[in-house]
């Protein structure tokens, strides 16, 4: 199994900044990384894509971000780092991080989610 541990989520004025972060433990030898992704959800909205980041460092993120969020991961790729900037109300919403294991020999791929972590923008 794969378990998440996510930090870094809080309470931020307009305009502030908050890095989240994304620890993978895995339990089994047979996982290897595949990508890391933040989600995000707010009350009456749905869950978007907020940014993912793979295995050979390519990454895409959500229209919204415009170039404030940048998303990073360890060497060992067992931690991903999301470093958001110049946040606005909008951005208010509880972000999960989810991950996909490929399991050995590349039978299958498998998704982990976390538990979540409120961001809240308010002046």
């Known amino acids: 199994q794969v378990q998440l541990v996510e930090s870094g989520g809080g309470v931020v004025q307009p305009g502030g900044s908050l890095t989240l972060s994304c620890a993978a433990s895995?339990?089994?030898?047979?996982?290897?990384?595949?990508?890391m992704a933040w989600y995000r959800q707010a009350p009456g909205k749905q869950r978007e894509l907020v940014a993912q980041?793979?295995?050979?460092?390519?990454?895409n993120y959500g229209d919204f971000v415009k170039g404030r969020f940048t998303i990073s991961k360890a060497d060992a790729a067992d931690t991903v780092y999301l470093q958001m900037n110049n946040l606005n109300l909008e951005d208010t919403a509880v972000y999960y991080c989810?991950?996909?294991?490929?399991?050995?020999?590349?039978?299958?791929?498998?998704?982990?989610w976390g538990q979540g972590t409120q961001v809240t923008v308010s002046s």
């Open positions: 980041i793979r295995y050979n460092d390519n990454t």
């Open positions: 989810k991950t996909m294991y490929e399991y050995g020999f590349g039978l299958s791929m498998h998704d982990f």
């Open positions: 895995v339990s089994d030898h047979m996982y290897s990384f595949n990508n």
